[in-house]
C-alpha cells in the first residue's frame, strides 16, 4: 500500500470522530503528515494557527506550529530557521537525529526549549505562545519560548494613590509581577510555587511567601483551597477570592487585594502568602484582619506622630459614616430630648414643608447619592466626577427648594458619604457602605435600641469570622497587647521588634 498523502490524512480524520478524538488525547507519530493532520483537527476553525513545512537540505522535514500574533517571528527567523536552513546541520549526524542533537547541545538561541509528546501538551503550550517544531520520523515535539505578548507598561497604581513611596504597579504579566517582587525581595527564602487554575482558561497562578517567616497552616491551607477549585475559567483574582474566601455571605472581605507590590511585600514579611493571578494587576493577600482594612499603605511611611493622629481621624470618619444617619433618625425620631433644643428648633422649623418621614427621606437620598457615585465611576474620566459634583449639588439643591428633601437630612447623609471617602482600601468600604441601610431601618422602627441591636449583630458577626485560621478582630480579639502597638497607633520602627524581624 502507498504513503497516504496529506489531503487523504484529513478526510481519514474528518470521517472518523472516534478516531479523532482517540488521536487527541494519545501521543503524536511518527509521520509528519499524520501530526499535522491531528493538530489541524484539534485547532480546526483556528485562522491564528499557523503551520509551516520546511526541509533541510533535501534530507529532513519540519513542521513549525505557532500562533500567529503570539510569537517573535525575529527570534524564530534568526535564531531557528537561519541555523537549519543556512548555516547547516553539524556534521556526522544522521539526518533526524542531528535536530534533536542541536537542541541538546543548545544550538539554537533561546532560553527556554523543552521535548514533549503529548498532544494536549504541545497544544496548550502552543496557545501560550510557544513554537513547536515537529520533525517527520520522530514522535517527539521540540518546543521554542519565543513569545512576544504585548503588555501594559508600569505605570502608578489607580485605585490606591501613593502619597509617600513606590509608584509602581502592578502588571497583567505574572512574570513581570513576580520580577518586581524579587527585586524589593532578594532573598533566597522567598518562594513562588506555581499552579494552573481553570478547565479552559488554564490560568497561571503563583503561591508567593517567605520561607522561615510565613505560617505552615495558612500556607497549606492556601494551597489546599486553590487546588480545590473546579471552574472552566479563570479572567480575574476576584473569581478566586470568592472560591476561597471563608464566608461567603458575610459583607466583610477575608482577602486583602491590592496592585502594589511594595504593600504585597509588606503583607511578605508580616508572614501572609500572596496570590498572584496571570492577567490581572491585582494581587490577593490573606489572611486579612478588620483593622488591615483601615491602615493604608502610606501609615509605615511617615512619622509615627502624624500616622497616630491620622489613623484616630480615620477610625473616627469610618463609624461616622456607618452610624451617622441612622443616629440622626434616632434622636430626631425618638429621642429628642437628647438633641440640644435650640439644634432641635432648627431641625424640626426646616423638616417642616418635608412630606415624607425622615427614614424615607434618608433612604432616599442614600439612594441617590450611592447612584451618583456609581454614575462617577462607571462613566469615562473626563467627565465622571463632573457628573458626579454637578448632580450632587443640582439634585440637593433642587429637592431642598421644592421641599422634598429637608436640609438637615442632606447634610447628615452627605457628611456621611463623604466620609466613607477616608477608608484607604476601596473595597473595604463596601461593607460599611451596605450596613447603613439596615441601620437605618432599624433605627427608624425601634429608634437607639435598633441601633444596638445592629450594632451587636455587626460585633457578635466579626467576632465569629475568620480569615484562614486568624481571627478577624484579632490582635483586639483575641487580645494581643503587642499586636495593639500596630492597631490604635502606629508606634515607632525602632521600638517595635518581634522574632520574625522589623514590622512594615
Known sequence: MGRLGKSDVIDKL????????????????????????????????????MYREITIHSQTKLLLIYVDGMVNTDIIISNILEPLMYKGLPQGLGAVESVFEMF?????????????SNIDDISEHILKGNLAILVDGENIALLADVKKIETRSISDSAIEPVLRGSRESFTENLRTNTTMLRRILATPNLKIDSLKIGKLTKTDVAVVYIEGIVKPSVLNDVKKRLKQIQTNAILESGIIEQYIEEDQFSPFPQILNSERPDVVAAGLLEGRVAIITN??????????????????????????????????????????????????????????????????LNIA??????????????????????GLQEAGLRLPKQIGPLVSIVGALVIGEAAVSAGIISAPVVIVVATGGIAAFIIPRYSFSFPLRMLRFPLIILSGTLGIFGIAIGISTILIHLLNLQSFGTPYLSPVAPLNKRGLKDVLIRWPKKLVKNSKGDQV
Do not use: C
Open 14 to 49: 474528518n470521517a472518523n470522530d472516534s478516531q479523532s478524538s482517540e488521536n487527541i488525547n494519545r501521543n503524536i507519530g511518527n509521520s509528519i503528515i499524520v501530526n499535522e493532520a491531528i493538530f489541524k483537527k484539534v485547532f480546526q476553525h483556528s485562522s491564528d494557527i
Open 104 to 116: 541538546e547541545q543548545e544550538r539554537f538561541s533561546v532560553l527556554q526549549t523543552k521535548k514533549v
Open 279 to 344: 492577567g490581572t494587576p491585582f494581587a490577593l493577600i490573606v489572611p486579612m484582619t478588620f483593622w488591615s482594612g483601615l491602615q493604608a499603605p502610606d501609615d509605615y511611611h511617615q512619622r509615627f506622630l502624624f500616622v497616630a493622629m491620622i489613623r484616630w481621624v480615620r477610625y473616627i470618619f469610618t463609624a461616622l459614616s456607618v452610624f451617622l444617619p441612622s443616629i440622626f433618625i434616632a434622636l430626631t425620631n425618638f429621642h429628642p430630648e437628647m438633641v440640644p433644643p435650640d439644634l432641635m
Open 349 to 370: 422649623a426646616l423638616r417642616e414643608r418635608a412630606p415624607f418621614p425622615t427614614v424615607i427621606e434618608v433612604l432616599l437620598m442614600e439612594f441617590m447619592f450611592e
